[in-house]
């Protein structure tokens, strides 16, 4: 990958398309047709994604930019939607349906932008990728200091939607994504980021988010309807010649999370923490148009870091994953990828493989 690909993800390459016009719309959009085919049993071929990003340039200080989403042919969603300001060259005021800007995927999750034919299982239990809401922020970047910002208010998870509780161990959060769709809010919540990329070919990423998870009305009121997240990350991404390297570390600490459980009968953990490592080498001459990586990432993450007194530890929400294969960059927006996998947990019995191969496209 080159250094501008790590750079930029499909919302920033619309605004930036939106500069170069004076006023009037841009589009652009990827998409992934994947194959996965674990061991014994079935495999499984699917249009996993189609994404259109469309942007619109009032004047030259406002911008809106739209991500319409089809996932498996059958499921629509919206997953961006949000007014962009220019105040001035480092500072921008944004407000609607928004990514959190946590560790690396959940913003770069475009298809030639990370190796593999899946996205890091890490970050779809731990972040959990793609994770949107609505909110408000500023963000921008001042290249005198060599880094980037954001911060925003947004709603949070929702816990309970009155009639069960919604988070548990075994993907963490995950199914407390609102999305935007008739979110449930009382609580705000803080989500901030800051990238330094003064070295050359170095970026680094400092995440947070903080505050609350929501509740429907029916039982916001009840002890443990709701719980206290503290969310941190910390990711790397180097670039030299033919090699790429990554690194994300994310850690959550869960309140409150005892009454959760006696309310929901759930096995909600009070820790999650993880990280993962990834090394991959261009196997063609540096001068082609095309690129071949070799690569390799190790994953460690734990649902069950933690757990409240009334909850039993489960080791096999204490995932291992070895992810190796190919990349091949047919051309800057398109994607050959395979690769084989190597899953375990913390059951001695629990390890499986699973091989992988797709194609995706990026414009």
Same mark, same amino acid.
């Given at each position: 990958?080159? =250094?501008?690909?790590?750079?930029?993800?499909?919302?920033?390459?619309?605004?930036?398309?939106?500069?170069?016009?004076?006023?009037?719309?841009?589009?652009?959009?990827?998409?992934?047709?994947?194959?996965?085919?674990?061991?014994?049993?079935?495999?499984?071929?699917?249009?996993?994604?189609?994404?259109?990003?469309?942007?619109?340039?009032?004047?030259?200080?406002?911008?809106?930019?739209?991500?319409?989403?089809?996932?498996?042919?059958?499921?629509?969603?919206?997953?961006?939607?949000?007014?962009?300001?220019?105040?001035?060259?480092?500072?921008?005021?944004? $407000?609607?349906?928004?990514?959190?800007?946590?560790?690396?995927?959940?913003?770069?999750?475009?298809?030639?932008?990370?190796?593999?034919?899946?996205?890091?299982?890490?970050?779809?239990?731990?972040?959990?990728?793609?994770?949107?809401?609505?909110?408000?922020?500023?963000?921008?970047?001042?290249?005198?200091?060599?880094?980037?910002? =954001?911060?925003?208010?947004?709603?949070?998870?929702?816990?309970?939607?009155?009639?069960?509780?919604?988070?548990?161990?075994?993907?963490?959060?995950?199914?407390?994504?609102?999305?935007?769709?008739?979110?449930?809010?009382?609580?705000?919540?803080?989500?901030?980021?800051?990238?330094?990329?003064?070295?050359?070919?170095?970026?680094?990423?400092?995440?947070?988010?903080?505050?609350?998870?929501?509740?429907?009305?029916?039982?916001?009121?009840?002890?443990?309807?709701?719980?206290?997240?503290?969310?941190?990350?910390?990711? $790397?991404?180097?670039?030299?010649?033919?090699?790429?390297?990554?690194?994300?570390?994310?850690?959550?600490?869960?309140?409150?999370?005892?009454?959760?459980?006696?309310?929901?009968?759930?096995?909600?953990?009070?820790?999650?923490?993880?990280?993962?490592?990834?090394?991959?080498?261009?196997?063609?001459?540096?001068?082609?148009? =095309?690129?071949?990586?070799?690569?390799?990432?190790?994953?460690?993450?734990?649902?069950?870091?933690?757990?409240?007194?009334?909850?039993?530890?489960?080791?096999?929400?204490?995932?291992?994953?070895?992810?190796?294969?190919?990349?091949?960059?047919?051309?800057?927006?398109?994607?050959?990828?395979?690769?084989? =996998?190597?899953?375990?947990?913390?059951?001695?019995?629990?390890?499986?493989?699973?091989?992988?191969?797709?194609?995706?496209?990026?414009?």
């Amino acid at each position: 990958m080159n =250094q501008n690909l790590l750079q930029i993800n499909g919302y920033q390459r619309i605004l930036q398309n939106l500069e170069a016009i004076p006023n009037g719309m841009t589009l652009g959009g990827y998409a992934e047709v994947l194959y996965n085919q674990p061991e014994s049993v079935n495999g499984e071929i699917d249009v996993q994604r189609l994404i259109l990003l469309f942007g619109y340039k009032f004047d030259d200080r406002t911008q809106f930019v739209t991500e319409l989403e089809f996932e498996h042919v059958k499921e629509v969603y919206i997953e961006q939607a949000f007014v962009n300001y220019s105040v001035n060259n480092s500072l921008n005021v944004r $407000a609607g349906l928004m990514l959190v800007p946590m560790g690396i995927i959940n913003e770069y999750h475009e298809p030639t932008t990370f190796n593999g034919v899946e996205r890091p299982s890490m970050d779809n239990k731990l972040v959990p990728t793609t994770w949107r809401e609505i909110g408000i922020g500023v963000s921008g970047r001042s290249d005198a200091m060599s880094m980037r910002y =954001q911060a925003y208010i947004f709603n949070g998870f929702l816990s309970h939607n009155g009639t069960a509780g919604l988070v548990q161990g075994s993907n963490g959060l995950r199914s407390g994504r609102q999305k935007g769709a008739e979110s449930v809010f009382r609580t705000p919540n803080l989500s901030m980021k800051l990238d330094f990329y003064g070295i050359n070919g170095l970026r680094l990423g400092l995440s947070g988010y903080f505050g609350r998870t929501q509740a429907a009305n029916e039982v916001f009121d009840t002890s443990g309807s709701t719980v206290g997240l503290s969310m941190i990350g910390f990711d $790397a991404r180097y670039n030299l010649r033919k090699f790429t390297a990554r690194c994300q570390y994310i850690t959550s600490s869960i309140k409150d999370v005892f009454e959760y459980n006696q309310l929901t009968a759930k096995d909600l953990g009070s820790g999650m923490s993880g990280y993962y490592i990834e090394g991959a080498y261009n196997l063609l001459p540096i001068r082609n148009r =095309q690129r071949l990586f070799a690569f390799v990432r190790y994953e460690n993450f734990d649902t069950h870091a933690s757990v409240p007194s009334n909850t039993d530890r489960n080791a096999a929400y204490h995932r291992k994953e070895i992810t190796t294969g190919l990349s091949y960059h047919l051309a800057p927006g398109a994607v050959f990828k395979m690769d084989y =996998q190597s899953k375990s947990t913390g059951l001695d019995d629990d390890a499986k493989g699973q091989i992988n191969a797709g194609v995706g496209v990026w414009f």
